[in-house]
């Protein structure tokens, strides 16, 4: 406990999957937060339930329930303009910051790459990767004003690393944030603002746990896939027999790589994926 102590840390998605999940770890740390998300739907995404008020003020009460402070914000990472306001507000409150999460994101109803509605395929670059240099844009001024150096930690996928069927859209915007992460690195590092690169495999939350994932890993029971099914075909993908991690699994590495364990880790992927990419 205490590795983050003193630090203050900004996450976005954060009310609720791994972007809550972020904020109480980083918190058990010792970090002040910084927190938003839309807390609303966003257009064309309907395989899950969209975020809510309530869900970003139960992530506020985690966090204060271990005595470290927050300030929380609804906005869209699409909306620069507003996500510069917010961090420039938690900032100025909180008088630095040290980490940057960027964990926000979406996923969709499975397609073929070219049958890919053109507003959802907007969509998926506009909140992902758009939302995600939005972030990062708009918090390392600070991160380099604070002179103290720094760690940006965006949140990909292993779809960052592999082509997967159906999801191509979601996969394109993943990719993309690679290229972000090792650009960024090598613009940032003079700073000693390390950037890094999460690649979670099937991670339990919303964005996975509903009909529409449990259809696409079982098309052979579709539209009627169940939840047990999915995890059988699931575990299939992985080395260590399991269909999917925990949020808390993503956060531990997080916490590692904002950490000065982690102080000359710059450019990499970390891949949480019980072994997937090696399976």
């Not at 869900?55 to 620069?80: F, M, P, Y």
């Amino acid at each position: 406990m205490g590795r983050l102590e003193g630090k203050v840390a900004l996450v976005s998605g954060a009310a609720r999957g791994q972007g809550r999940s972020h904020c109480v770890r980083l918190a058990e740390e010792g970090a002040d937060i910084i927190a938003f998300d839309i807390c609303k739907a966003v257009a064309g995404v309907d395989a899950y339930p969209p975020s809510t008020p309530h869900d970003l003020g139960e992530t506020a009460r985690q966090v204060e329930a271990l005595g470290r402070r927050i300030v929380t914000s609804e906005a869209d990472v699409r909306e620069s303009a507003a996500v510069r306001e917010l961090v420039d507000r938690g900032v100025a409150q909180f008088g630095r910051l040290d980490i940057v999460s960027a964990q926000a994101g979406i996923s969709h109803v499975p397609y073929q790459l070219h049958e890919v509605p053109e507003e959802l395929w907007q969509v998926m670059l506009d909140v992902t990767l758009t939302g995600t240099w939005n972030t990062v844009k708009a918090s390392v001024p600070h991160l380099i004003a604070g002179g103290r150096g720094g760690a940006v930690v965006v949140t990909s996928s292993l779809a960052s690393l592999r082509g997967l069927g159906n999801v191509g859209h979601y996969v394109a915007a993943k990719h993309g944030l690679l290229g972000l992460v090792r650009s960024m690195s090598r613009e940032l590092g003079k700073h000693y603002i390390r950037v890094t690169n999460l690649a979670p495999t099937n991670v339990g939350t919303d964005m996975l746990l509903n009909q529409h994932a449990y259809n696409l890993f079982c098309p052979d029971s579709a539209p009627n896939a169940t939840r047990e099914q999915f995890e059988e075909v699931a575990k299939a993908s992985h080395a260590i027999p399991i269909p999917y991690v925990e949020p808390v699994d993503i956060s531990n590495a997080l916490v590692f790589l904002a950490s000065d364990e982690a102080r000359y880790i710059t450019g990499i992927t970390l891949a949480v994926d019980a072994g997937a990419t090696q399976h």
